[in-house]
């Protein structure tokens, strides 16, 4: 079962989060959950029981003040929740036919759903012929990462900023995502908690209490370079253990209910400063600069250097050598914004001056969104990088065109369009095979992309021999582009739901403990297909099939 | 900007123009002044122990870092003057012993002092002894603003996995710790639980009480909050259909409960969970942009509430009129109508509330001839009349019915004040001439004048530059309401708790009292006090 919304917040936020729900929650009709006997003149039961066991995922130790927790999955109803005794029991009488979703809660676990993998679980179905009963509910601890953030002299850095990136599957594509951020404290101290099981990453950034990074004085053309300051420093941001490049992190794999001691150094290195000649216009009109640097191929601001500007000239300071991109906003004479120009450039040792130009390379893609039906889709679309690199957007306008200015490279085309998927993507001075548009240098492609409403759905049953097969990750996977993946969990009756499938050809497959594969690389893919099912979507198709669940 | 935002921001204006301006009096005697080499020692101000590593900066130097001895020397230094000293852990004592320049006795080391942190951590534990973690921790501090004593919120922490809170960078001064109101599990549960929210010292809130930080002390305080079961308090809104509402319960043994509500905004049918006691329930909801308010005094016993009515009601307005009594024809800017710059309004007086200000708004079409206005937005409770008039102009009188503003409070009940506020500005203020008494050198000195019986009028304070041996200072402090004041001189800025008669008492021997009238001028002389009085 997928669990769509706010499930990851859920999962982060806690107890807090819970509260705040439940704050806005808007309960229409009776406040008290409605259960128990129904219709009891007909003959035989019409209710079903729930019950089973919470254990501790580790030890397999009965856990007891766990909150259990059941919601039936459709037509609404109410939750209905008990504590389990010291012997970890739990038991729900009185249940209609139906599917619910099984959680539990507990202080020092996760609150998380029944056989629970990133956003899936196992919903119970109670009906005549299947076993609601004896559930083993294991229940994962939160893991934690501790540790001590020091200086190269052993002292404790303070309000050293720790944050916690994880490995994520995005439809299929590995990215690294934050997921949490803590500070340091006077000890140089940070606790990260409530960790959930996966792949992750630790990021360190700081700057030295005593930096003095302001230029003093007059550039330097009169008397020569100036001597460095010893105390011109900065950290540069660290990752577990000592790497300086997001690309050298060592990944700290999670398994459940670990405490990871985590302590990392930040050495203080001598800062550069950048000189860039602002154009003229600015220095009168008014401008804003952002500096990026690339961190798990996610492009973001630096928040930690300084600036000052003198005879149209800006100085960048406390930031060390590193390949940077810089954004240079223009304003408008009294107004927002009006443009801004992108630029990036090695910053090394030797001071430094950059000329801020629209990088010669970047391209503008143009092109325009038809739809099927005849009207002018509206929404927008984005040009994602494959390999690293932020994110393009393009909004359409009234007549469904758009551009875009990207550096070369190969870029998947995303569709942001309300109700509707890209069902044709051509292209002229460009390529686009498998929903890739290859972007050179000097060229000016044109897309045409064709917009189409009526998604498809796949549902099914997983069987293991004539049984249902419960708990196993159901995968679609597209038959010609590395995008389209929809994936699920089968639910205590074996059945699946896979929603929003683009029309196309694909591969319906079941693997047993497939969570820990890594479906999306066709090497490891192509083990499995043998026993797969085809399946050709159209708009508009709902359709049913079987598929027989594949060991590891 | 409120009024005292606007307050609070000119006096950190005043401190922070103090500092350049001694700067600027030396670069005007320094062409005089041969380079000479300045050193001198940090020092920890309560061990008296050096301090490796901390950051000297001059203001026309680059900042060096002391060697293990916590000594560094500026060779060749020229307008020396120490702008700040840093290391993390520590406060910069700007004021009081340090001499921050190395002119005066320039063979003779200076010695800066740093005042360390004071540190408070503990746990959170459950009544069986297990850390109760994600618990948010709350520190206030007992602190002077505006001339009265206010329980502020300092910082606050959530405990971690241990149960473990930690509170850094801490000021001396008067503290308390308070732990929130959280659910033990699902609200839903057949037995909900929480942890009722608890206070350290026990009986904090009141000064006495209260945990007190001594520069460098490292405290630890641990808190038990009690398990409590929880019962459902259900009900009706009476009154319109409101598009949200927020609850509150404020227990009669002290502090407030945000409790898990469910509220249905088409029927007005809500349920929330507390544990047994006695509240003052209030509840906060809107229609369209007006605001409803309504509160109820429940008691929960070992059993639900059900069916409690509650009727929303508006919030009160006080209508305002300002009367301006133009006295003073002898200054040109006397004569400008202070329309937009007399702010007046009304503040929070009750313990327990916030200390929040609402100011007094024209009308959407102000008449040129008339200054009405109105206060709105009022929960029933006590008021005091705030009003900081742009000098030459000072509030002389304000009455609301027989009530005299400038020495009661008001207090609101309902949605109707029952009186309207009267307020007569005049501008035939006084001028107070101070001189300070000569044999006060090396300081640069502070002069407060207090209000003694008003307490709307506010504090005045003027700041001198450093003072040479046997330089006789002196100025004014114009635009004071005539009135009996407390004027004193003091070597550090503070925040005076002049509305605090109890407190003012250790003051009176400190200055002297002098009495205004309108538009006269008035001499006094001082003798600076050393430190706090």
């Known amino acids: ?552 | 900007m409120g009024l005292r935002d606007a307050i609070s921001y000119l006096s950190i204006l005043l401190t922070l123009l103090l500092l350049p301006a001694v700067c600027v009096s030396q670069v005007g005697d320094a062409s005089q002044e041969d380079k000479h080499t300045v050193s001198g020692q940090v020092v920890n101000s309560v061990t008296g122990q050096p301090i490796a590593g901390a950051l000297v900066q001059p203001t026309t130097e680059p900042a060096v870092l002391t060697d293990r001895e916590g000594q560094f020397e500026f060779p060749d230094a020229v307008n020396f003057f120490i702008a700040d000293v840093s290391k993390p852990g520590y406060f910069f004592e700007r004021h009081g012993s340090s001499d921050l320049t190395g002119r005066r006795q320039a063979n003779q080391p200076i010695i800066l002092k740093l005042v360390p942190e004071a540190i408070v951590f503990g746990k959170v534990l459950d009544q069986n002894g297990q850390p109760l973690q994600g618990l948010r921790v709350q520190l206030k501090m007992l602190q002077v603003r505006d001339g009265l004593r206010h329980w502020e919120e300092r910082d606050s922490a959530m405990t971690n996995v241990e149960g473990e809170f930690r509170f850094f960078e801490l000021q001396a001064g008067k503290y308390s710790l308070s732990t929130a109101f959280q659910m033990d599990g699902s609200p839903d549960a057949p037995s909900a639980v929480a942890f009722a929210p608890v206070v350290y010292p026990p009986s904090s809130g009141n000064e006495e009480s209260a945990l007190n930080l001594s520069p460098g002390d490292h405290l630890e305080a641990n808190l038990n909050p009690p398990s409590q079961s929880l019962y459902p308090v259900a009900g009706h809104l009476e009154g319109p259909a409101v598009q949200g509402a927020r609850f509150e319960a404020e227990r009669s043994t002290g502090g407030t409960i945000s409790p898990a509500v469910r509220f249905n905004r088409l029927t007005g049918d809500f349920r929330l969970m507390l544990p047994s006691g006695s509240y003052r329930l209030k509840v906060h909801a809107f229609v369209q942009r007006e605001q409803f308010f309504a509160t109820r005094e429940i008691s929960i016993g070992e059993a639900p509430l059900k069916n409690l009515s509650i009727a929303l009601a508006p919030l009160a307005t006080v209508p305002v009129e300002i009367e301006y009594q133009g006295n003073n024809t002898s200054s040109q800017e006397a004569q400008a109508f202070p329309h937009f710059f007399a702010s007046i309004g009304l503040e929070e007086a009750d313990p327990s509330a916030l200390g929040r200000t609402f100011n007094a708004q024209p009308p959407q079409t102000p008449d040129p001839a008339n200054d009405s206005r109105a206060i709105g937005d009022l929960e029933p409770g006590e008021y005091r009349l705030v009003s900081r008039p742009t000098p030459p102009w000072y509030l002389a009188s304000a009455v609301c019915g027989s009530l005299d503003l400038k020495k009661d409070a008001m207090s609101i009940a309902g949605s109707a004040a029952g009186c309207s506020i009267h307020a007569v500005l005049r501008n035939d203020s006084a001028t107070l001439n101070w001189s300070i008494n000569p044999n006060s050198p090396g300081k640069q000195v502070f002069v407060y004048a207090m209000p003694l019986d008003n307490f709307v009028q506010s504090i005045s304070m003027v700041s001198t530059q450093q003072l040479g041996a046997g330089d006789v200072e002196g100025g004014s402090l114009e635009g004071l309401a005539p009135g009996r004041y407390l004027v004193v001189a003091l070597d550090h800025t503070e925040e005076l708790p002049y509305r605090e008669p109890d407190l003012l008492q250790r003051y009176l021997a400190a200055g002297k009292e002098v009495t205004l009238t309108a538009n006269g001028k008035s001499e006094v002389q001082l003798d600076v006090v050393a430190g706090e009085p």
């Open chain 1, 1 to 552: 079962m997928l669990r769509q919304g706010n499930e990851r917040g859920k999962l982060t936020g806690g107890m807090i989060l819970l509260t705040v729900l439940f704050l806005l929650a808007l309960v229409p009709g009776s406040m008290v959950p409605r259960a128990g006997a129904q219709q009891a003149g007909q003959a035989g039961p019409t209710t079903w029981r729930i019950s089973g066991k919470a254990v501790d995922a580790l030890s397999g130790a009965p856990l007891g003040r766990c909150s259990v927790e059941i919601e039936p999955t459709e037509n609404g109803g109410a939750t209905r929740s008990v504590e389990t005794g010291g012997d970890g029991l739990f038991a729900f009488d009185g249940v209609a036919e139906g599917k619910y979703r099984l959680s539990a809660s507990k202080r020092g676990y996760l609150p998380q759903a029944y056989e629970q993998h990133d956003n899936f679980s196992t919903a119970i179905v109670v009906r005549s012929g299947l076993e609601s009963e004896g559930l083993i509910f294991k229940v994962v601890p939160q893991a934690i990462i501790t540790g001590v953030v020091t200086d190269e002299h052993g002292d404790p850095v303070r309000r050293a900023q720790v944050r916690l990136f994880k490995d994520e599957d995005r439809a299929g594509i590995r990215s690294t995502v934050q997921r949490q951020t803590a500070m340091t404290d006077d000890r140089g101290v940070y606790e990260l908690a409530r960790i959930d099981p996966g792949n992750y990453y630790l990021a360190i950034s700081g700057r030295p209490w005593y930096a003095q990074n302001a230029s003093h004085g007059q550039p330097s053309e009169k008397q020569g370079e100036e001597p460095a300051s010893p105390l011109d420093v900065a950290y540069a941001t660290t990752f577990y253990p000592q790497a300086t490049n997001s690309e050298d992190a060592t990944p700290i794999p999670i398994r459940g209910g670990e405490r990871i001691q985590a302590d990392v150094t930040l050495n203080a290195q001598q800062a550069v400063h950048i000189r860039i000649p602002l154009p003229a216009h600015d220095q009168e009109s008014g401008f804003g600069l952002t500096v990026s640097q690339s961190i798990f191929g996610q492009v973001e601001p630096l928040n930690s250097f300084g600036e000052t500007t003198q005879n149209g000239v800006m100085e960048i300071v406390g930031i060390l050598p590193g390949h940077y991109d810089f954004t240079l906003e223009h304003h408008g004479p009294g107004g927002p914004m009006t443009e801004s120009t992108h630029f990036s450039g090695d910053v090394t040792s030797n001071s430094n001056e950059l000329t801020p130009v629209d990088e010669e390379s970047e391209v503008t893609v143009t092109g325009k969104v038809t739809s099927v039906d005849g009207k002018v889709p509206s929404g927008g679309i984005a040009l994602l990088p494959v390999h690293q690199g932020r994110t393009h957007p393009a909004m359409l306008d009234k007549g469904g065109e758009f551009n875009v200015k990207v550096p070369p490279g190969d870029y998947e085309i995303l569709g942001q369009i309300p109700q509707m998927y890209l069902a044709r993507l051509t292209a002229q001075d460009g390529v686009v095979k498998n929903r890739v548009l290859t972007v050179k240098a000097g060229s000016s492609p044109k897309l045409e992309l064709l917009a189409s409403r009526g998604f498809g759905q796949v549902d099914g049953v997983v069987k293991r021999g004539d049984q249902p097969a419960s708990g196993v990750m159901v995968l679609l996977a597209p038959d010609d582009n590395p995008f389209l993946f929809r994936r699920d969990q089968s639910d205590s009756d074996g059945t699946f739901t896979l929603g929003n499938i683009v029309p196309g050809r694909y591969r319906l497959l079941a693997v047993e403990r497939g969570w820990e594969l890594e479906w999306a690389n066709r090497d490891v893919l192509n083990a499995f297909l043998k026993k797969s099912v085809p399946v050709e979507v159209r708009a508009n198709d709902r359709l049913t099939r079987t598929v027989e669940v594949q060991s590891r």
